[in-house]
C-alpha cells in the first residue's frame, strides 16, 4: 500500500518531486476526498522509497521522497487525524 509522505515536506528533495503526486491532483468541482493520516506509531514499519530502488522494482511508479509503502492492511488503529477537503 502507498501513502504521501509529508515528513521530508519543504526539504529541497520534497519540493522537487512534490508536484507529480499529490493527493488533491483528480479533484473536481463538487468532490470531495478524505485525507487519513497515519499516527506516528507506525513510522518505524513504513517502506522508504529507496527500497523500489534496492529491490530493482523498475515496473512499480514510486515517487522519490513523496511516497512511501506499508505492507499488509492499514488498521483504523492506525490512523490519528481525518481530513476532508471538498472542491467548491
Not at 29 to 35: A, D, M, P, R, S
Not at 65 to 84: N, P
Amino acid at each position: 500500500m502507498s501513502f504521501f509522505d509529508y515528513r521530508s515536506y519543504g526539504t529541497p528533495h520534497w519540493e522537487e518531486h512534490a508536484y507529480k503526486c499529490f493527493p488533491t491532483q483528480n479533484l473536481r468541482k463538487g468532490e470531495k476526498v478524505c485525507l487519513l493520516f497515519l499516527d506516528e506509531k507506525i513510522y518505524e514499519d513504513l517502506i522508504p522509497w529507496t527500497a523500489w530502488k534496492d529491490e530493482k522494482a523498475w515496473c512499480d511508479r514510486v515517487v522519490p521522497w513523496v511516497e512511501t509503502g506499508y505492507k499488509g492492511k492499514v488498521s483504523l488503529d492506525f490512523i490519528s487525524e481525518v481530513l476532508v477537503i471538498e472542491y467548491v
